[in-house]
């Protein structure tokens, strides 16, 4: 989004970043949150999920994370009721590759068969006639990941999708990837008490991928005692406010997803874009972790 009016939306503090040949905003929103108990069924409140959505886009937040495992099909069903038909330049993800035989239960599956099924239902679930990322949720370890990457190929041939990404993946599951297909986005677990994904965030800037990082605030749970208190204190903000700066100080490769499903957290972490932390907070934190 590149007009004078979106350049002083809240979410453009952050800076863009750019998929493939798509340009959006750093700040963007995860919408798993936006179901119920265990990521299973409809959300306690669907009135204010759809106002959160709506909310999110009116503060300039142009990328939308999904997947059709959340609900399952619920989020991408509540993302079309609110936002369809969608505003020029938002860019909505989402991904394939589990089951969902319960709350809180998730199965791999990344039978090509079975990806091809589920992207058609995120497809029409959606109401759009192509996904601009879809990414991969998990390699599936019990099939032959050349097959899983060839089926993404034939998505993106087929002008089903866009562009591509992966997830909860090393950076040799990166390269073995790009030998079959074009990706720019990588989306693993990562936040301030989390970074085992380190050399991945790396790696995506010296590659100019997208890295997105999922559990960005550990839901909720981040230590808000130590340096994280302290650092929000000096910047008079939230702790978790703080450590939504921090992932995006961390890397230009960094595309935050904070999910909510309440407008007024939703409000919270889109203020994170426009909270600048000094190299003494950076480093307080680096050193604290």
Do not use: C
């Amino acid at each position: 989004m590149t007009t004078s009016r979106t350049s002083l939306l809240p979410a453009a503090a952050a800076g863009t970043i750019t998929l493939g040949d798509l340009t959006v905003n750093r700040m963007g929103f995860g919408a798993m949150r936006l179901t119920g108990k265990g990521v299973w069924g409809p959300p306690r409140d669907p009135a204010e999920a759809v106002r959160v959505l709506r909310r999110a886009v009116e503060l300039g937040v142009d990328f939308i994370d999904t997947a059709d495992s959340y609900g399952p099909d619920v989020s991408e069903e509540i993302i079309a009721e609110a936002l369809h038909p969608y505003p020029d330049g938002l860019v909505i993800a989402t991904k394939g590759g589990f089951e969902r035989p319960g709350p809180g239960r998730w199965i791999t599956n990344g039978r090509p068969e079975h990806l091809r099924r589920r992207l058609q239902g995120s497809l029409r679930r959606l109401r759009l006639e192509r996904i601009d990322l879809y990414q991969l949720h998990r390699i599936d370890p019990d099939l032959p990941a050349d097959e899983q990457f060839g089926a993404l190929r034939e998505f993106q041939r087929e002008g089903l999708v866009r562009h591509l990404g992966l997830s909860e993946v090393s950076v040799a599951d990166v390269e073995v990837a790009r030998r079959v297909v074009p990706i720019v986005s990588v989306q693993n677990r990562y936040n301030l008490t989390d970074r085992k994904w380190d050399p991945v965030v790396d790696f995506s800037e010296r590659e100019g991928l997208a890295f997105l990082p999922w559990f960005p605030l550990s839901a909720g749970k981040l230590d808000q005692s130590g340096p994280l208190a302290r650092v929000a204190a000096r910047r008079g903000v939230t702790p978790y406010q703080a450590a939504l700066a921090w992932l995006l100080a961390r890397s230009p490769a960094m595309l935050v997803i904070p999910g909510t499903s309440s407008t007024r957290h939703l409000e919270e972490n889109v203020a994170a874009a426009e909270v600048r932390l000094a190299a003494e907070d950076l480093e307080e934190l680096n050193q604290g972790h």
